[in-house]
């Protein structure tokens, strides 16, 4: 829907918050119960490769336990996470309410009539259950255009509590940022439940770096950065990672990541900030456009 014109002012395009909050509902559903298609050619393709005949079977089991979510309706996981989003705002669009409190009941809905798993407690320390898996965790960005675009990541503490922050030196350099990704992996092992897409964040602050990475789980397995020397370091990262043989579940194999994705931003003269997001082998997400 779109607001009034006036003479000598911009059009603005008005969404209301109930659409926003039902896109969510449907998100939040549709990434716990459906593997995103990024994510199934990337398995696919791992059993294909793999050369354990342990770490095929474990993989073909992690197909089959995929199928029969989607069939059945029951989530690819237990842990149905703690819902992350990206939010990207056109600066030509309004929201007829508050946003934040939009996005937060759709989780509330989704979460609730869709039978998953309630997994935040309001206080990090007294831990009482919030009962409904909100609050959300949100980032906004300010885009150009007329469009609100919404990236839903629920996040499993499986693989998020294997991640790490790193703040290095400058003097550390390209070779010490490459230790941190592999030391981050392999302190991993087979409690991120891989095989494991890695996200990776280099440069900007201590919270940049790790928004970063967070950010870098959602671009599709098999995409590359423009960048030409962080493409090459995804691909020897890759490499590096799946020499280990950790291996899926952790049983040995050549597959123990599907994917590194690295971001990168500006930083200080005094710091090389690195960030590791580890996530599972479903890295669920999903995307909606209003």
Known sequence: MRGKSYPGKMIMRTISAEAVTQAVKEMCIEANHYLASDMTASLDKSIETESSPLGKQIL?????????????MIPICQDTGMAVFFVEIGGDVHVDGNLTDAINEGVRRGYTDGYLRKSVVGDPLVRVNTGD?????????IVEGDRLKITIAPKGFGSENMSRVFMLKPADGEEGVKNAILTAAKDAGPNACPPMVVGVGIG????????????????PVGEHNSIEWVSKM??????????????????GGNTTA???????YPTHIAGLPVAVNICCHVNRHAVREL
């Open 204 to 219: 900007g602050t201590f919270e940049k770096c790790a928004i970063l990475a967070k950010k870098a789980l959602i671009r």
């Open 133 to 141: 898996n909100t609050p959300a965790v949100i980032h906004y960005d």
């Open 234 to 251: 995804e691909e020897e990262m890759l490499e590096r990672i799946n020499a280990t043989g950790i291996g899926p579940g952790g049983l």
């Open 258 to 264: 599907l994917a590194v994705n690295i971001n990168t």
């Open 60 to 72: 073909c089991q992690l197909k089959e336990n995929l199928k029969i979510a989607g069939e059945d």
